[in-house]
């Protein structure tokens, strides 16, 4: 009898809810490019932590400028990396560069291109007017000590690198990149560098599996081929679920002779949580987990159908069992009119493109069935088209997910 099939946001919060969680570990600063961060991070100090100066030019005291004063005596001058000197008797400046510290008593700096230099005294371009606090950028007015600067679960691209540095993180806390297994299964599949007979299929799932978590960060992924047969699977998936805190396989979960694994899983106390969802493709696809700490996706074999479950499901739920905070799909618009003539939700291909105004397009690429992936050459992801309707019109607003990123 056929299992009632759930709704892919059904499908999608029970997944969400029966997450694992990894440990974290610390790493170097400059390994944590990419990585999702496992701590907060607070400002070290104030930014910036003196009042600064923003160009080379000389400091003054505006009230000297309201005075009167036009040529002021050079008292000094202030590099960037010294204590702050103190201006001396009225009227005089200090010579002070970029990214030094303001003088005491000075609250103005005029640009180096405004002044004439004689004789150790610098002399304002005839008519030019400062305005007070020129060029100074206040001390804290970026942010205060013991801000809240990076939450956890942030990923760590190349402005966190910066702040992580600027805050003094020699080391960071990180999420631990779980161990994952790419399993896949079928008596029919031949490895990409084997010879192959007519009857055969190549091995494409788990290479395009591998580059999308490599693709995504994960550093300890192994891959694995089984045979249609139940004790080989037994043993095997037994042995890789001890190994291996994730395991992802594709084939063998449809409704065939030879499509052992979900009834294996189960003998393995993997407890079932989904099977069967209401999606094209993907239909068959299944998920469970064991304890705590292994899950098990378990996408059908057809090339389409892997690429779409891993991309909607497996990798956003890594993502967030490491911790990541979790990011809502972005949405374009269709480019063309789509008839999908069924009541499930549709994964349609598309290619990014944008139209004159600067929207963001998604022009569908339809494939001819779910094995169809050479078809996905040269397209960015996939939209969702939900189930309710079965008439996209042109312009259209849907998720979008993309292959990468
Ligand atoms: P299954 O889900 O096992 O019924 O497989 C569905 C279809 O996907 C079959 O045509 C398989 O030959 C194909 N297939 C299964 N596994 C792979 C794989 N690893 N690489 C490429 N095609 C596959
Ligand atoms: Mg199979």
């Known amino acids: 009898m056929n299992e009632p099939l759930l709704s892919v946001a059904d499908a999608q919060s029970i997944i969400f809810s029966r997450l694992i969680s990894f440990p974290t570990r610390r790493v170097g600063l400059d390994q944590s490019l990419g990585l999702i961060l496992a701590e907060k991070v607070l400002a070290e100090r104030d930014q910036p932590p003196f009042d600064r100066v923003t160009m080379d030019g000389i400091a003054i005291a505006q009230g000297d400028f309201d005075g009167g004063t036009r040529s002021f005596q050079i008292q000094g001058i202030q590099p960037a990396g010294s204590p702050a000197l103190s201006l001396g008797p009225a009227g005089g400046c200090i010579e002070a560069m970029t990214g030094a510290v303001l003088p005491a008593g000075c609250d103005t700096v005029i640009a180096v291109e405004r002044i004439q230099v004689d004789d150790g005294v610098a002399t304002l371009e005839p008519g030019y007017e400062p305005v007070q606090g020129q060029f100074v950028h206040p001390r804290g007015s970026d942010y205060r000590q013991d801000d809240v600067l990076l939450e956890p679960g942030t990923r760590i691209g190349v402005p966190e690198i910066a702040i992580l540095a600027a805050t003094g993180k020699s080391q960071v806390s990180v999420a631990a990149s779980p161990r994952i297994a790419i399993i896949s299964t079928g008596d029919e599949v031949v490895e990409v560098d084997q010879p192959i007979l007519p009857h055969q299929i190549r091995q494409s799932n788990s290479h395009a599996i591998l580059a999308a978590l490599t693709a995504a960060g994960h550093e300890h992924c192994q891959c694995l081929h089984l045979a249609d047969d139940q004790d080989t699977l037994r043993e095997k998936l037994a042995k890789a679920l001890e190994e291996n805190q994730v395991l992802i396989l594709s084939g063998g979960v449809s409704k065939g002779k030879f499509d052992f694994v979900p009834g294996i899983l189960e003998e393995l106390g993997v407890a079932k949580h989904v099977h069967r969802v209401a999606q094209r493709p993907g239909k068959p696809m299944w998920f469970g987990t064991r304890g705590k700490d292994r899950m098990v996706f378990a996408l059908p074999g057809n090339p389409v159908s892997t690429l779409v479950c891993l991309h909607r499901y497996v990798l956003p739920a890594i993502s967030l069992a490491m911790g990541a905070t979790p990011r809502p799909p972005r949405q374009v618009r269709l480019a063309e009119a789509i ?52 008439e996209f019109p042109a312009g259209h607003v849907a998720d979008f997910h993309p292959w990468a990123g």
């Open 339 to 390: 008839t999908s003539g069924s009541k499930l939700t549709c994964f349609l291909p598309v290619t990014l493109t944008s139209d004159s105004d600067g929207q963001l397009l998604g022009v569908p690429r339809q494939t001819n069935t779910s094995g169809d992936f050479a078809s996905l050459a040269g397209t960015d992801g996939f939209v969702e088209l939900a189930a309710e309707g079965s």
